[in-house]
């Protein structure tokens, strides 16, 4: 895992989480309608590896500041960079699951121009989605 904020999980001497509890880091696309899409790393043992899955979520930003207004302008000011991303708090992301009456309606976190483990620039300090 990484140490990223909003990380919250739980302690290491504690209860074993859940399997797919982690951070599920989201790239961002489009501006008047905003897609949020689970940055998947699908490895042979889903038990093992928490992150196989492909979710994508239409989302619309909220919160302090007007997040979504700060988005779509920086998008427009920076019409070079190719990605956007969200480092949502931890979560189940089995709670997106249709099959099973989904449990999760929101994400919370910073929003970043660039991938946000590769040099990517905080714009929103904290949004919901």
């Excluded at 309606?105 to 919901?128: D, M, S, Y």
Aim: glycine share 8%; net charge neutral.
């Amino acid at each position: 895992m990484n140490n990223m904020p909003g990380m919250d999980m739980p302690a290491a001497d504690g209860p074993k989480p859940p399997p797919t509890l982690g951070v599920h880091n989201q790239m961002m696309v489009g501006e008047q309608t905003i897609y949020l899409s689970h940055l998947p790393m699908f490895m042979f043992d889903p038990q093992r590896h928490p992150h196989n899955f492909q979710v994508i979520l239409e989302v619309t930003l909220s919160g302090p500041g007007n997040p979504q207004a700060t988005y779509v302008n920086d998008r427009k000011k920076h019409p070079d960079e190719r990605m956007y991303t969200m480092h949502p708090n931890a979560f189940e992301m089995v709670e997106f699951d249709p099959q099973h009456h989904p449990r999760r309606q929101t994400l919370t976190g910073p929003n970043f121009r660039g991938h946000l483990e590769r040099g990517g620039k905080v714009i929103i300090e904290r949004a919901i989605a």
